[in-house]
DNA sequence: TTTT
DNA sequence: TTTT
């Protein structure tokens, strides 16, 4: 039961190339760092523009999918929730971090630095079968398999969906 | 793999009490309006009020508990997505619906219609231990349970999650 | 007093080029449908791809960004609120429709169909200047302009943000 | 323009009562903490429970009216946007903050600490009649007023909207 | 550190 | 009607 509503939707650019570490139980854990920028117009009529950078993490199987497909640069819909923690660093100082914690994902449009053009991404599904098994450096190959095991949400392996 | 989000996201209060079926399969089809109210000045400063009525579908576990905790009157959370639909009706004219599918609900303070105060929102645990096994007709007894089976998304049935 | 949210945020891609209309007071009127795609595997483990078309109302400045920016195939972020109508038909039956009213909008990577490549977005603000003064057919020549007249949202006219 | 997306939706209670400062332009600055609470259960099949405390701000006049609405315990809709700082402290050391910066709020149901019972929700006009002028210590007392000055978005200020 |  |  959850006692409250914590959403976080970011669209941006990632600012480097996910990395991925694995649990002692082998789930994955990626993480990338995610821009947002916004513009306004101060009172003198200059455009003031800020970004936010977002330490985005991604559990389990999205985590695979994140490290296989996405890339620095890569333009990203990020939906999560913010997690906010605190450790004691190695000087003893009390330490804070945010974090978002991604709970779908889904690749845009536009192309990874040194990436190939978009019209790579969306191959047939012949390079599905012919991807490898690890990913490896390099630009994204694909666009991104799903983010979620349902896009459903509820308990749709009940088949007898009256749509 | 989804391409594109739909999302939406909806505070609002029942019109009415929710009313469910059930597929061949067993599965709970729960089915409600829920109001949402917006107003705006017009140009000669009078308040222009208007109310949208969404037709918001709760399936499976989501539509027990829709049925079981809520009802008219009730004020609610609904994620979801939007479904358009088109049938022939007995008139031989062809008829549109929208649809909010719901993949998460939270109940919000406030009471139901004829319902009890919501005293217990917030108190012990004790008044959860005593709510009945099976939901019967009269007010909802006791907050919403869960949304969703699991609130982290992602594969969170490996327990070794870093924090 | 808005008593409820009604909000929805969808990312797509448009199905045909935005229709751009005025009104008597010279608001501009514009909609585009704009398709999201959701995919689940049935109990068979067969693939099943359902495609929601919204249809997408901007008013006001954004329907003329809209229209300048957007063409058949653009991939755009949208945000807005449902919107039902109902009227009586010309043969005098009464019809259902369903609106998405934008009130943000942001264009995504990606080209519109037989547009530039993504980097002739973006081009420096000289094409702004040079821009025609009513939107024509063919390809969208730079990134969208701010989807609202103010990203921060409330008064900020009042310089003195402490930040 | 803005390049991305950075929105993020909260429902839930206040843990303290919204403090207020005023800029030199005299603009409200009100912080309050807002406290969203998630559930999960672990391997064992024990309930495990999380609790972010949110650091929400609230601008100019939606900082005015959190003030005079809003009180610890209160259970509320905020949407704004993510907001990193970095600082350094007395101590020397660099500390880093995360603030929601809202851009509407909305009160909902149940009730401050020590407030009164909302009975008036949804009650006649009359006690909104009855209002004081000015914001006094205690509970809220009648619901909140909108959270953006204008719910349509855009420039509605032109009245000839077709609807 | 991204992107435009 | 889009997109992959």
């Known amino acids: 039961m959850a006692r409250g509503i914590n959403k976080v939707i970011l669209v941006g650019n990632l600012g480097n190339d996910p990395e991925t570490k694995y649990t002692q139980g082998g789930m994955a854990v990626t993480k990338a760092s995610l821009a947002t920028t ?3 117009k101060d009172r003198e009529g200059n455009t003031q523009e800020r970004t936010e950078w977002h330490r985005v993490t991604f559990f389990g ?3 695979e999918i994140a490290a296989e497909y996405l890339r620095k640069g890569s333009q990203v819909y990020v939906e999560g929730s ?9 000087d003893g100082v009390e330490k804070y971090t945010t974090d978002i914690i991604a709970d779908e994902m889904q690749m845009l449009g536009g192309r990874a ?3 190939a053009p978009k019209r790579e991404f969306g191959g047939g599904g012949e390079s599905r079968q012919s991807r490898p098994a690890q990913p490896q450096g390099g630009a ?13 949400g ?3 392996a009940d088949d ?3 749509f």
């Open 113 to 115: 630095e040194g990436g």
């Open 154 to 156: 509820t308990d749709f």
């Open 61 to 63: 199987k999205l985590g």
């Open 82 to 90: 913010i997690r906010y923690d605190k450790y004691t660093g190695q």
């Open 38 to 40: 916004s513009v306004r």
């Open 140 to 152: 994204p190959r694909r666009e991104a398999a799903p983010a979620k095991s349902n896009d459903f």
């Open 160 to 162: 007898d969906i009256p």
